[in-house]
């Protein structure tokens, strides 16, 4: 039988390394955790401002910001009063500004002062539908005033966790159906909302639900409960009181030590 010889090996074509026995559990082990294939984790979006986050569905990323600002100078070209939104989200690696899509604003209210028990007496007995006469006002005020009276809009429910009111959109432009579910957070210091838009009888029309219910609003931003401040008053009053005392104890004693003794043989 003729033997082969061994193939010759060059800088351009290397031997090719043998993997150790002992070493293939490990390898094993980091492709079934994802490091030997593609990643399974799910988006997120975390806002620049380190107020909230928001854990987006599989398959969604965030559109690109040219791709948004394009798209939102062509409606308002168009006559569309648009808001300056902080992002855009969508399917695919590279998604486009297309049906299914969400974005999301962020409305800084300054001087905000509102507890938990504010917005639950402002939303949480406000029926499905527009909201009463009674509260027009108040939402006014918080620049709410138009989405509320919206006729397109609905309001479903007031949710306590999340801190946010959830809302429906029907509507038709230019003669498509499209349906819209959107969740408006507050925080302390503002509101944000994130609406999820697709055309009717999508089959991603059941994702607004989860998508929109994904922010989180993080630990140092949300709502105080009511009396909080209350609360830490007499606190803060009985502290204050203590620390002064303590100071002026240690000034008096400070004071009597730099005292000069009397000299001897005389008397005060």
């Not at 490091?35 to 107020?51: F, H, I």
């Not at 690696?93 to 300054?110: K, Q």
């Not at 029309?205 to 929109?212: D, K, M, Q, S, W």
């Not at 104890?249 to 003794?261: D, E, K, V």
């Amino acid at each position: 039988m003729r033997e082969i010889a061994p193939r010759r090996t060059s800088a351009f074509h290397p031997p090719f390394p043998r993997l150790p026995a002992s070493l293939l559990p490990v390898v094993l082990l980091f492709w079934l955790a994802g490091w030997g294939a593609p990643s399974a984790r799910a988006a997120e979006y975390r806002d620049p401002e380190a107020r909230f986050t928001i854990a987006l569905p599989d398959g969604y990323q965030e559109i690109d910001r040219a791709a948004l600002e394009a798209r939102l100078e062509e409606l308002r070209r168009a006559g569309v009063k648009m808001p300056a939104y902080a992002a855009a989200f969508g399917r695919g690696t590279a998604p486009r500004f297309a049906y299914p899509y969400a974005l999301l604003e962020i409305v800084p209210v300054p001087g905000a002062a509102w507890t938990t028990a504010d917005l639950a007496r402002l939303f949480g007995q406000m029926n499905a539908g527009q909201a009463g006469a009674e509260k027009s006002a108040t939402l006014d005020r918080l620049g709410l005033g138009n989405l509320m009276r919206d006729p397109r809009i609905t309001f479903v429910r007031w949710e306590p966790e999340r801190q946010a009111a959830l809302f429906r959109l029907g509507a038709q432009p230019r003669g498509t159906g499209v349906e819209g579910t959107g969740r408006l957070y507050f925080y302390r210091g503002g509101y944000t909302t994130l609406w999820f838009y697709d055309v009717a009888g999508s089959p991603y029309a059941g994702t607004g639900e989860p998508l929109t219910a994904g922010l989180t609003v993080l630990p140092a931003y949300r709502v105080p409960p009511p009396g909080l401040l209350a609360r830490a008053r007499p606190v803060l009053i009985v502290g204050t009181v203590a620390a002064a005392a303590v100071l002026l104890g240690l000034i008096g004693w400070l004071a009597a030590r730099r005292r000069p003794a009397p000299a001897a043989g005389t008397c005060d």
